[in-house]
């Protein structure tokens, strides 16, 4: 089991940034499919970014060419970077790391779009 602590979110205007970071400890992050999801409220959590085989990286449509994940292995951090942030982005968003079937979550960290 890894641990997995979020932080980066907070109060941004329509249109604003935020980086997102995902401090992992207890596992490697290159051994761990690692992911970016989000809670908005009254909705199902939803998957935005993982990395997959390879380093490939996908995205849901909806954050396509606004959110960029990456990942320093040195620090065993993931990141999101997240740009034109629109209202609909409010939610409270979770990285994960998954391995053998298992799936691992941090305790989240609101992102709030807002005027």
């Known amino acids: 089991q890894v641990q997995l602590v979020e932080s980066g979110g907070g109060l941004v205007q329509p249109g604003g940034s935020l980086r997102l970071s995902c401090a992992v400890a207890?596992?490697?992050?290159?051994?761990?499919?690692m992911g970016w999801s989000r809670q908005a409220p009254g909705k199902q959590r939803e998957a935005i970014a993982f990395?997959?085989?390879?380093?490939?990286?996908k995205y849901e449509d909806s954050v396509k060419g606004r959110f960029t994940m990456s990942r320093d292995t040195a620090k065993n951090t993931v990141y999101l970077q997240m740009n034109n942030l629109k209202r609909e982005d409010t939610a409270i968003y979770y990285c994960?790391?998954?391995?053998?079937?298992?799936?691992?979550w941090g305790q989240g960290t609101q992102v709030t779009v807002s005027s």
């Open positions: 207890g596992g490697t992050i290159d051994n761990y499919v």
């Open positions: 990395i997959v085989s390879g380093g490939r990286i």
């Open positions: 994960y790391a998954g391995n053998d079937g298992r799936l691992d």
